[in-house]
């Protein structure tokens, strides 16, 4: 049996398909859930809220499945917790579109929506910079690795919401992996020397200032 919560979602959201957003008052969601003015703001803070439902606790499920992570399953984490969300909108099925159509033709709605997008990526930075770390190099490299991750999941959704895939989790799994390879390498190549092993015919005597005369040359080209 559906809660007052659920029908309070699912009232709101055919009003807005009906009716439009704005033309939709808190009172006539109500009345279609059959609940009061009062039971609807136990659940929501405004209108505009009951739009984003599970924000929070989606952003809960982040943090704990990457608190959980272990030190060599950081990636898995980040990737998993990446997919909480999407599996979260695949299951709210039309729903999810809905909400879509809502956002792309709202500007209020629109904004919430970048607002949270912001929050996601700001859980993902703090724990990248911390698996990088946590010192002052890596804190760009931390941002773009997050915003990575977030524009992969929402290509992903996207390309779902418009109908355009009908395996969005394998998907998905594929761009994680392309961000991971773009983090792959270290962000500086180390310096340092450079030996190179070659035979000569030449005595030893004859070689070695050849080499530090080439290693000089070298240096002031650096």
Not at 109 to 133: C, K, N, P, S
């Given at each position: 049996?559906a809660?007052a919560?659920?029908?309070l979602?699912?009232?709101a ?6 009716q ?6 808190v ?21 505009e ?11 809960d499920?982040i943090r704990?499945?990457?608190?959980s992570?272990?030190r ?10 990446a997919r ?8 709210e099925?039309?729903?999810a579109?809905a ?10 709605l629109?904004?919430r929506?970048?607002?949270?997008m912001?929050?996601y990526?700001r ?12 010192g ?24 779902w919401?418009?109908?355009h895939?009908?395996?969005?989790l394998?998907?998905f799994d594929?761009?994680?992996?392309e961000?991971?390879a ?6 500086h190549?180390p ?6 092993v ?5 005595d030893?005597?004859?070689?070695v ?14």
């Amino acid at each position: 049996m559906a809660t007052a919560r659920d029908r309070l979602v699912e009232a709101a959201f055919a009003l807005f398909d009906e009716q439009g957003y704005d033309a939709t008052t808190v009172d006539e969601i109500a009345e279609r859930a059959g609940t009061g003015r009062t039971t609807f703001f136990r659940y929501f803070g405004s209108k505009e809220a009951v739009i984003f439902p599970d924000h929070d606790q989606l952003l809960d499920q982040i943090r704990g499945r990457l608190a959980s992570a272990g030190r060599d399953a950081r990636p898995v984490a980040v990737t998993e917790a990446a997919r909480l969300v999407l599996a979260h909108y695949l299951e709210e099925g039309e729903l999810a579109r809905a909400r879509y159509r809502l956002t792309t033709t709202v500007p209020a709605l629109r904004d919430r929506e970048l607002a949270g997008m912001v929050q996601y990526q700001r859980v993902f930075r703090t724990f990248i910079h911390e698996w990088l770390g946590g010192g002052p190099e890596s804190s760009l490299r931390s941002e773009l690795m997050a915003a990575a991750v977030v524009t992969a999941h929402n290509h992903v959704l996207r390309t779902w919401l418009r109908g355009h895939t009908e395996r969005p989790l394998e998907d998905f799994d594929t761009a994680m992996a392309e961000v991971l390879a773009l983090f792959d390498q270290p962000a500086h190549a180390p310096r340092g020397s450079t030996v190179v092993v070659l035979r000569s015919s030449q005595d030893l005597e004859a070689v070695v200032p050849q080499l530090r005369r080439a290693l000089r040359e070298a240096a002031l080209e650096m």
